[in-house]
C-alpha cells in the first residue's frame, strides 16, 4: 500500500492525491474546526505532509461520509 513508507507529500502530491483544489486545502487549514492534516515545515519556505497522516485523513473522511449518509437514508 502506498502508506507503508510515510513520506513527505508536497502541495501539488496533496492535490493529486486527495482531489481537492490546492485552495480549498489551504481554506482547510485555516478552519480551525477542520481536521485535514496540518504541513511540516521543511525549511524557510517550504512546506510537506505526512503522506500516512493524508491517507488516514482520506480513510476516516470516507468513513466519517458513510456514516453520515446511512443515518440520514435511514
Known amino acids: 500500500a502506498q502508506n507503508d ?3 513527505f507529500m508536497r502541495i501539488s502530491k496533496v492535490v ?4 481537492i483544489p490546492k485552495s480549498s486545502i489551504y ?8 481536521d485535514f492534516p496540518r504541513p511540516r515545515r ?9 503522506s ?3 491517507y488516514n485523513w482520506m480513510r476516516s473522511s470516507v468513513a466519517t461520509e458513510r456514516s453520515t449518509s446511512e443515518s440520514r437514508s435511514g
Not at 27 to 34: E, G, Q
Open 52 to 54: 500516512d497522516e493524508v
Open 42 to 50: 521543511l525549511g524557510p519556505r517550504s512546506v510537506a505532509w505526512m
Open 5 to 7: 513508507h510515510p513520506h
Open 27 to 34: 481554506a482547510k487549514l485555516n478552519d480551525t474546526n477542520d
Open 16 to 19: 493529486a492525491t486527495t482531489g
